[in-house]
């Protein structure tokens, strides 16, 4: 009994030093958390302290921005004012721009020095007349929602307004070109006043748009000022129409509003026909490049015939890819202008414009044709030099009608137009180079000529002398005798190429 005691004593002593070591370790916890207590207080004291002061600030600002807010509306209105006075300067320097190009364009129009387009023909004067008509449309349509709402987006009337300065100044130089199929200087002046009216008129639009005109006005004025002047600017051009149309002959003239073939079918073939023209003309050029060598020619001629056939022969594969581009370029135009209707009503819609295409084709198969056979003129004996170097000139001439014709409806950036551009590029500086090589050739063939005057006597150098002012003298009015014959032949036979190729 007494060891159980003893034993139940111990555990019980254990017991006691057990729960006393617990109590002072809850003392211990019960003391630091009335630290963290007491720490947490103070920060959220501090806390509450800087909530309060922001408050109180806050409550001050919004009672100072209170007093303040008149002048702050009053302040953005001045920015906002600025700012719309800005862009009124800005639409006011590009519109004057315009003015001044249309001015320019006038002011060349007047120059007797100035011929204008010589390559222009009536189907891409009347193109681009029918361009200049829609372009006065546009513009006089952003016109009036830039009156109704001045403070939205300026952008659409500044791109109108250089497109219609852009499309006036290109009028007037080919509508002076064009006027050298006028028969007497009565239609040149008529052709000439007309252009210059028209300008004058487009001039309005760029003048009266200011601002400063604009403010003179009533604001329910303003909209018909815009639309008389688009009015007079159409009937501007319907007179230039009308001159222009009476340039083509009347039993030349091809109009494919009244042709009852399908038009697209009608558009295809022609181009299908120009590009087999020049393929032919390629065809050609190679077989005359395969022809023997006549055992008679001097190596000096031998090389001329090499040079001028390798010289039309890069010429003629630039023009079959200058005929391949216009092809990809006209079928874009279609597809992104005919929207859900057919190819045939597009291009009767768009008659000017496909009537210019199809004369631009086939002037530069006709061209291209004349220059290889003129090549075959030259290596036969036949033709001059001087014959070749005026079939490149044509050509040139032909190609540049062609990308004129293509531009008209061609959309910005396009990649079709730009290959057009570059192909159009290549046939220029194959013919230039054309022509520099028969240049070179007519001048060494000149300088084996030349006789050595030092020989010569007085009298004999005296004699010679006089015989080269006499035949100067013969060959300037040979000259003058010439270009009038040439001008009369381009007023009495504009598109006899097109009967030709008929």
């Known amino acids: 009994f007494n060891d159980q005691r003893d034993e139940l004593q111990r555990e019980l002593d254990a017991r006691a030093a057990e729960a006393d070591r617990l109590r002072r370790q809850l003392d211990d916890l019960r003391g630091e958390h009335e630290g963290l207590r007491q720490t947490k207080d103070d920060e959220i004291a501090v806390l509450q302290a ?31 004012s600025e700012h719309a006075l800005k862009l009124k300067r800005i639409l006011d320097s590009i519109l004057r721009s315009c003015a001044d190009k249309a001015d320019e364009a006038v002011f060349n129009l007047n120059d007797p020095g100035n011929p204008g387009n010589m390559t222009a023909t009536v189907e891409h004067v009347l193109a681009t007349i029918e361009q200049v008509h829609d372009l006065s449309k546009t513009l006089a349509a952003s016109f009036a929602g830039y009156l109704t709402n001045p403070d939205g987006d300026q952008a659409q009337v500044i791109a109108a307004a250089v497109g219609l300065s852009n499309g006036l100044e290109h009028l007037l130089a080919n509508m002076k070109g064009v006027s050298r199929f006028a028969s007497g200087e009565d239609a040149v002046e008529r052709i000439i006043k007309a252009s210059r009216q028209t300008a004058l008129v487009g001039r309005q639009f760029f003048t009266k748009g200011q601002s400063g005109a604009m403010d003179q006005l009533l604001a329910s004025e303003r909209h018909g000022v815009i639309l008389d002047t688009n009015h007079e600017l159409q009937q501007a051009l319907g007179t230039l129409t009308t001159l222009a149309e009476s340039l083509v002959r009347r039993d030349t003239k091809v109009s494919v509003t009244s042709s009852r073939e399908d038009i697209s079918d009608l558009v295809e073939r022609e181009m299908l026909n120009a590009a087999r023209a020049i393929d032919d003309a390629v065809a050609r050029l190679q077989a005359l490049a395969n022809q023997p060598r006549d055992t008679s020619l001097s190596d000096r001629q031998v090389q001329v015939h090499d040079a001028i056939l390798d010289s039309s022969m890069a010429m003629t594969n630039a023009i079959a890819q200058l005929i391949r581009a216009a092809t990809a370029s006209q079928q874009e135009i279609v597809a992104q202008g005919r929207g859900s209707s057919t190819k045939e009503a597009f291009y009767k819609k768009n008659n000017r414009w496909t009537e210019g295409l199809i004369s631009a084709a086939k002037t530069v198969a006709v061209a291209t044709n004349t220059l290889v056979e003129t090549a075959d003129g030259v290596i036969k004996g036949t033709r001059s030099l001087e014959h070749l170097v005026v079939a490149a000139r044509e050509v040139s001439a032909a190609t540049v009608q062609l990308v004129a014709a293509a531009r008209v409806k061609s959309h910005f950036n396009s990649r079709t137009q730009e290959r057009l551009e570059l192909a159009a590029k290549a046939v220029t500086e194959a013919s230039a180079h054309l022509v520099r090589a028969t240049q070179r050739l007519t001048e060494k063939e000149e300088t084996q000529a030349t006789e050595d005057y030092d020989r010569l006597s007085n009298l004999e150098f005296k004699s010679k002398e006089m015989e080269q002012q006499v035949q100067i003298l013969q060959l300037e009015k040979e000259l003058v005798g010439a270009r009038r014959r040439l001008a009369e032949m381009r007023r009495h036979g504009y598109h006899a190429e097109e009967d030709d190729s008929d």
């Open 50 to 80: 800087g909530m309060d002061h922001s408050i109180v600030a806050m409550a001050n600002l919004k009672k100072q921005v209170g007093g303040n807010q008149g002048d702050l509306q009053r302040r953005l209105d001045a920015v906002l």
